[in-house]
């Protein structure tokens, strides 16, 4: 999944705060209807917004101190680019051959000349990071949303979400390092996810924070903006998903 939209954290934030606000006076009836966990619900982020505020959120900002502007942009491509073989499998499941094509040119292009993914030539060649997920397989295979869900760490999701995450870890090939790569210790892969948590906090701070911590409903408005966002992903309509803040991780 794409990591950084920095340069468009303004208008996102502004949209996001906009929606937030328009959720928070007039619940879309439909949102509410998808929402039977509430209770639990509006617990789990209680917890997410003690761990963000006390953990998370300075951790990132420790990350942004320390780390040069260099170092994080080759990190978000090379954890972009570990995203991919979970994309090609994604759009050949869809039957999308076209995109698993494009998908695979990328990866390759990137391993080959770009510094094993931590560079980006691919985008120069007409081929940019074009995500999809498991989710969205499902969905187009004709599995239904479920219910809207907040988990602990992982955030706003849906059933059919959650267990599309599930195949598309398994998809990721950092959760084989240490069976690939005996040398290499477990924990470097939790190292990894760990790393990338902090690098999307950090690259998608003033949304997050706009949303937690200065709406007047951050359940509402958290809800409403990933919804929307996953429905507009679904339905394939790049210009809507691409208009909500990109802080889910899909």
């Known amino acids: 999944m794409t990591l950084i939209y920095s340069i468009r954290r303004g208008a996102v934030l502004a949209l996001a705060l906009a929606v937030a606000a328009c959720a928070t006076t007039d619940p879309n009836a439909d949102m509410s209807a998808s929402d ?23 951790a990132a900002q420790g990350y942004d101190y320390a780390t040069p502007t260099t170092i994080k942009l080759l990190l978000g491509n090379g954890f972009s680019h570990l995203d991919l073989p979970a994309d090609f499998a994604n759009y050949l499941l869809q039957g999308e051959s076209e995109m698993a094509l494009e998908t695979l040119g990328r990866f390759t292009i990137n391993t080959v000349l770009g ?26 295979r004709g599995v239904g949303e479920g219910g809207y869900l907040v988990l602990p760490l992982l955030g706003p999701t849906t059933t059919r ?90």
């Not at 039977?36 to 300075?58: A, H, S, T």
């Open 161 to 250: 979400d959650f267990f599309g995450g599930l195949v598309d870890v398994a998809l990721t090939p950092t959760t084989y390092l240490g069976a690939v790569a005996p040398s290499v210790s477990p924990e470097t892969g939790l190292a990894l996810r760990a790393t990338e948590t902090l690098h999307d906090r950090n690259s998608n701070a003033a949304v997050i924070d706009g949303l937690l911590y200065e709406s007047d409903d951050p359940y509402i408005s958290l809800r409403s903006v990933y919804l929307q966002k996953r429905r507009s992903e679904v339905a394939g309509d790049a210009g809507g998903a691409d208009a909500l803040p990109n802080i889910f991780g899909n």
């Open 115 to 140: 510094a094993a993914g931590l560079l980006d030539p691919a985008t120069d060649f007409g081929l940019p990071k074009q995500d999809t997920d498991f989710g969205i397989t499902l969905a187009r």
């Open 36 to 58: 039977p966990y509430r209770g639990f619900n509006e617990k789990m982020l209680e917890v997410n917004l003690v761990l963000d505020r006390n953990v998370i959120r300075p």
